[in-house]
């Protein structure tokens, strides 16, 4: 039988610090403390999809071993806006924008975790009460330098495509939320590595404990090429019908299949690797059974 550690560590793309993880996880386990995971949302659009999915699987793992599951609702750094992947700086989202978002997200969440026990936070109701003073200490933990060696800012530095210096906030806010709620482990996509680093070093710069990092891979779209987004329109969100469902994994490109069945599946893995071999000879029986599984996931 799998032990615990392994079936978290399965699927897992990215463990940061390595070396002192398993080590962390098994004296939580042995003591019969709770760690504290920390999962956070900006509220950019009212529809979580199956990339969201990707990551709350994992989640809804560490909460069936009776760890602590905390969801930051990032009211106030959506109005920022991650820069994550954008070329160029998004415009600011207005209060009213965030607010009608998030009213939507703990009953998404509840198809996939028990609500009833995660606790969530509101990160505008830290964020509004720190002062002048208390917003200087929190960038003096981080340089400039560090900020612009993330991969997307130091790509649109080459191109000569400006940056906001607003931008440069994101990360030590997002960081910040870590610190707030005393994170053990953030989890989320690879491309959240950046930021999850800087919630550590903001973690250690106040003297409390660094949080350990998860990164789940990235579930690309219905396009088949990049990173499912609502933006992009090639997400099959998590509340979705199930003819939905089936209509767009019907459109899904074969390319992306067994990544869909290894990110997203629910089933034994001996049944993975035999739906795999199928996609050759009959992709679009392969398809339905993939969407079938994912709509009564949902269900």
């Known amino acids: 039988m799998q032990s615990d550690y392994q079936k978290i560590i399965n699927g897992v793309d990215i463990i940061l610090p390595e070396e002192t993880f398993e080590k962390r996880f098994i004296k939580a386990t042995e003591d ?5 995971v920390k999962l ?3 509220p950019t659009s009212p529809d ?3 990339g969201h999915f990707v990551v709350l ?6 909460q069936e071993l009776g760890h602590e599951i905390h969801i930051i609702i990032g009211s106030f750094t959506a109005m920022i806006g991650d820069p994550t992947g954008k070329n160029v700086t998004r415009p600011p989202l207005s209060k009213e924008d965030v607010l009608e978002n998030s009213t939507t997200y703990i009953d998404q969440l509840s198809r996939v975790l028990d609500v009833s026990k995660i606790t969530v936070h509101n990160n505008g109701e830290w964020f509004k009460e720190m002062s002048s003073l208390d917003i200087q200490d929190l960038f003096a933990s981080y340089t400039v330098n560090k900020l612009l060696t993330r991969d997307d ?3 649109r530095i080459k191109r000569g495509v400006d940056i906001a210096a607003h931008e440069l906030m994101y990360p030590l806010l997002q960081g910040y939320d870590s610190f707030q709620i005393k994170s053990d482990i953030e989890i989320g996509g690879t491309d959240q590595l950046f930021n999850m680093q ?5 973690q250690e710069s106040k003297g409390a404990r660094a949080q350990h990092i998860i990164c789940m891979p990235i579930l ?3 396009d088949g090429v990049k990173k499912m987004s609502k933006s992009l329109n090639n997400y099959i969100g998590l509340t979705e019908t199930t003819d939905s469902i089936l209509e767009k994994i019907m459109s899904l490109p074969e390319n992306v299949l067994s990544e869909y069945i290894t990110l997203i599946v629910d089933m034994h893995q001996d049944e993975k690797v035999q739906l795999e071999l199928l996609i050759s000879s009959d992709s679009g029986e392969v398809r339905k059974i993939i969407a079938d599984n994912i709509a009564k996931q949902l269900s």
């Open 57 to 62: 699987k994992k989640l809804r793992e560490f």
């Open 48 to 50: 979580l999809h199956l």
């Open 32 to 36: 019969n403390v709770p760690l504290k």
């Open 220 to 222: 690309r779209g219905l």
């Open 153 to 155: 800012f130091s790509k």
């Open 40 to 42: 956070g949302f900006d």
């Open 198 to 202: 800087v919630g550590r070093r903001i």
